[in-house]
């Protein structure tokens, strides 16, 4: 059972538009969120986080959006370039002192030149 | 940001074969965790460290233990590699007051 979903295993969008990335999540005890980057054969890289008391988060090109009640996350780039082409994962932590992340499948992004 | 190091980087081996995964931390972090992740799937933890002397199974089972003998040191051990182990490996830790998990850049096992 997912607990954390991405249901668009890929996406592509032409640079300098908007990206927007989606995460479904079905656990109402996750109360933080990370999305992180991913290129092929290399660890995961942090990028942005959210906390459930907040609905918006931003650092520089990257915004996340957290809609508690529709249990709804996403994460936009803007504007994409091609070197944000990369798998983005979600991932969601329990309240509490429960340290353990609750991954999605990813989304490949790919920006075209 | 933690500085993670991982290796090998690649490994090859052949059905049977001991093999441990090397982790290591410079951050001094407490918690210490490894995943499990192929192609086209989510990082599934199988194992993590709140401190020294402490491992837990994750949610994954795993026929890989791990051990920590020191802060920042989180071997993993497959007693007898199988081509089923085959998947890339994913070493993360997490400190401070923060909540976030910092990677290390992994190890991707093929054995044959």
């Known amino acids: 059972d997912q607990q954390v979903k991405q249901n668009s295993p890929s996406l592509s969008v032409q640079e300098g538009r908007i990206s927007i990335l989606n995460c479904d999540y079905t656990?109402?005890?996750?109360?933080?969120f990370l999305w992180y980057k991913k290129y092929p054969a290399e660890g995961p890289t942090f990028l942005i986080s959210i906390s459930s008391i907040k609905d918006k988060n931003e650092d520089g090109r990257f915004t996340v959006f957290l809609n508690k009640s529709a249990k709804h996350l996403s994460l936009h780039i803007v504007p994409s370039q091609p070197g944000d082409s990369a798998v983005y994962f979600c991932?969601?932590?329990?309240?509490?002192?429960?340290?353990?992340?609750?991954f999605g499948k990813g989304t490949l992004l790919t920006v075209n030149p | 940001e933690a500085d993670i190091y991982q290796t090998p980087r690649y490994l090859v081996i052949g059905t049977g074969k001991k093999i441990t995964l090397e982790c290591s931390q410079t951050m001094g972090h407490d918690k210490m965790y490894w995943y499990q992740q192929d192609p086209g799937m989510e990082l599934h933890l199988i194992h993590y460290s709140y401190g020294v002397n402490s491992t837990e199974k994750g949610d994954l089972s795993s026929e890989s233990t791990v051990s920590r003998i020191r802060t920042e040191h989180f071997p993993l051990t497959l007693e007898s590699a199988r081509p089923s182990h085959t998947s890339q490996y994913l070493c993360?830790?997490?400190?401070?007051?923060?909540?976030?998990?910092?990677f290390g850049p992994g190890t991707r096992l093929l054995v044959l």
């Open positions: 656990n109402s005890m996750f109360d933080y």
């Open positions: 991932a969601a932590k329990k309240g509490g002192s429960n340290y353990k992340l609750t």
């Open positions: 993360a830790s997490l400190g401070g007051v923060g909540e976030t998990q910092y």
